[in-house]
């Protein structure tokens, strides 16, 4: 006994030593948190299967010493000439322990449980399920409900809080995209929250100017195709950001961000075709964009996004 319990602790001592003795090394060299940690739990792990092996050696020293004074008990009745009383399998010893594992029929009782069904030889017997699959069984029943209780329910709120926090977040994400947007990298927004967005800006600071259909007044018509500062949609954003100096076209990027520019920008482009009535005759250039007005747009982000 004292042998087999002295190599194990020889053998739990030196693979938490050696998992140690390598931790220190792994930090030392610089390598991750997380390697020395993974060390730290296979020393565990190691640790853990030696005491496992100790139980059973455990198990097996009170079987034996059980077997032992079992015989003496029935040499000493033998000698006596008494009786000897039949013996169910004591816990902490093998048959017990086989009962919980298979909950067999013994080999020559198993007559008493043939169903009488046979194929080619192989009779069918109406064996017990062995007893930890069973349990084992029930308990999957059981912590199926716990877990339904405990887990699942209150994860579906844990993910849609987290829903929420994502949303909020990826509005805040498209607020500051939409913010750093400049002359350079703007585009045509074609949704109706942002051209809706447009409008209300455009009808409250442009029409005095513009007019509400963008015919123009004070202000050059903006429905035509002629452009005396250029009819890309990143012209009319820089014009609507700097202005124009010397004449009555202020620069807006003091009173509007970037996103509401781009709105507005967007909202002008939709004039174009719309031929409002009394138009301001044109003035400047005729604009014509490169091929159709967005592919040619595309084509040259792409090309600058390379
Ligand atoms: C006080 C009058 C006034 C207001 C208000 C005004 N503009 Fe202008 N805008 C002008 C004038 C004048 C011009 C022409 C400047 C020039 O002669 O170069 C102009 C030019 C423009 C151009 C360039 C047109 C072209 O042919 O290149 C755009 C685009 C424009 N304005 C958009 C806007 C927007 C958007 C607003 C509102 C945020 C606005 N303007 C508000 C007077 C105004």
């Known amino acids: 006994m004292s042998r087999l319990y002295k190599s194990s602790l020889l053998f739990g001592g030196f693979s938490l030593s050696a998992g140690l003795a390598f ?4 930090s030392a060299s610089g390598v991750t948190a997380d390697e020395v940690l993974n060390v ?14 100790l139980v059973i050696l455990l198990f097996i020293l009170v079987q034996n010493n059980q077997k032992e004074r079992e015989v003496a ?25 086989k009962d919980i594992l298979t909950d067999n029929v013994a080999l020559e009782d198993e007559d008493s449980i043939d169903l009488g069904h046979e194929y080619d030889g192989i009779r069918e017997l109406d064996n017990n399920l062995p007893p930890w699959w069973k349990y084992g069984f029930y308990l999957t029943i059981v912590y199926a409900l716990v877990y339904w209780f405990v ?5 579906k709120e844990m993910y849609e809080e987290e829903m929420e926090i994502a949303a909020v977040a990826k509005a805040k ?9 400049d002359e350079n990298t703007v585009v045509m927004l074609t949704d109706g929250v942002s051209l809706a967005a447009g409008k209300e800006v455009f009808e409250m600071l442009c029409a005095a100017c513009h007019r509400v259909d963008g ?21 009319v954003f820089r014009t609507i950001k700097y202005g124009v100096e010397g004449k009555q076209m ?16 967007s909202y002008i482009m939709t004039f174009a075709g719309t031929n409002p009535p009394d138009p301001k005759e044109p003035e400047g250039e005729l604009y014509t964009p490169a091929g159709s007005s967005q592919p040619a747009v595309d084509s040259v982000q792409a090309t600058a996004g390379l």
């Not at 730290?40 to 092996?53: G, H, N, R, S």
């Not at 029935?74 to 816990?91: D, R, V, Y």
């Not at 994400?173 to 947007?181: C, F, G, I, L, R």
Request: zero cysteines.
């Open 173 to 181: 994400y498209q607020e500051q995209q939409a913010n750093s947007t």
């Open 23 to 26: 931790g220190q090394e792994a």
């Open 73 to 97: 008990k029935i040499a000493e009745l033998k000698a006596q000439g008494k009786e000897i009383p039949k013996m169910g399998p004591a816990i902490l010893s093998w048959a017990w322990f």
């Open 151 to 155: 887990w699942h329910e209150p994860s």
């Open 250 to 265: 202020i620069a807006w990027e003091d009173q509007m961000s970037a996103k509401e520019m781009a709105e507005v920008s």
């Open 40 to 53: 730290i739990l296979f020393a565990i792990v190691a640790l853990a299967l030696v005491a496992l092996l």
């Open 215 to 235: 015919g123009g007044s004070i202000g050059p018509n903006l429905a035509d195709d002629y452009w005396l500062h250029g009819g890309d949609i990143k012209d």
